[in-house]
T-cell receptor, first 117, second 116 residues
Framework: AQTVTQSQPEMSVQEAETVTLSCTYDTSESDYYLFWYKQPPSRQMILVIRQEAYKQQNATENRFSVNFQKAAKSFSLKISDSQLGDAAMYFCAYRSDIIQGAQKLVFGQGTRLTINP | DAGVIQSPRHEVTEMGQEVTLRCKPISGHDYLFWYRQTMMRGLELLIYFNNNVPIDDSGMPEDRFSAKMPNASFSTLKIQPSEPRDSAVYFC??????????????FGPGTRLTVT
């Protein structure tokens, strides 16, 4: 079974600075997708960024980018120019693509990010 | 689109009572997921449906939990009888598409269940 590990329960960063959240995963599959979700205090789960395992190019979405290292099974999230609105729980998630219909997401335990003004 | 709709947003009930959580997926989506979030176990999948058919219910904790999807626009998660350890936030999510694509899952706002 696949597992996702986020080793940083909490992180903090000064507003306008850059922060990196870590995620590692364990799988024997070669085809899969990786995601970062944000959960603000409203508890709504919001997709931040996604990566296809077969793509070597790292995904970017405005101030959010990932460092995907397939061999190391690492998928970190970098937030540049941190803003107060970035404060939230961040979840790394894995989804298989080998088995037809294997659509479920496997989540890490989450990292609580605090932005200091 | 209104997004995934869940009701109620909050539910407080006494141990032993039956609880029914409801979900309306995004129109046109063919996958529906029920997740549970607790401090101890994090976010875990309970069950998911494809075209109204349960595909994987291996996450359903025990027989007290049951889920149905009678049509493409409605699903329920029922707990009977409820226990204090069932207290959690229950999320419903939906997505569209075959494997080989991102098939982004859109989450509802969640139902916070408290069993006393």
């Amino acid at each position: 079974a696949q597992t996702v590990t986020q080793s940083q329960p909490e992180m903090s960063v000064q507003e306008a600075e850059t922060v990196t959240l870590s995620c590692t995963y364990d799988t024997s599959e070669s085809d899969y997708y990786l995601f970062w979700y944000k959960q603000p205090p409203s508890r709504q789960m919001i997709l931040v960024i996604r990566q296809e395992a077969y793509k070597q190019q790292n995904a970017t979405e405005n101030r959010f980018s990932v460092n995907f290292q397939k061999a190391a099974k690492s998928f970190s999230l970098k937030i540049s120019d941190s803003q107060l609105g970035d404060a939230a729980m961040y979840f790394c998630a894995y989804r298989s693509d080998i088995i037809q219909g294997a659509q479920k997401l496997v989540f890490g335990q989450g990292t609580r990010l605090t932005i200091n003004p | 689109d209104a997004g995934v709709i869940q009701s109620p947003r909050h539910e407080v009930t006494e141990m032993g009572q039956e609880v029914t959580l409801r979900c309306k997926p995004i129109s046109g989506h063919d996958y529906l997921f029920w997740y549970r979030q607790t401090m101890m176990r994090g976010l875990e999948l309970l069950i998911y449906f494809n075209n109204n058919v349960p595909i994987d219910d291996s996450g359903m904790p025990e027989d007290r939990f049951s889920a149905k999807m009678p049509n493409a626009s409605f699903s329920t998660l029922k707990i009977q009888p409820s226990e204090p350890r069932d207290s959690a936030v229950y999320f419903c999510a939906s997505s569209f598409g075959p494997s080989g694509r991102f098939n982004e899952q859109y989450f509802g706002p969640g139902t916070r269940l408290t069993v006393t």
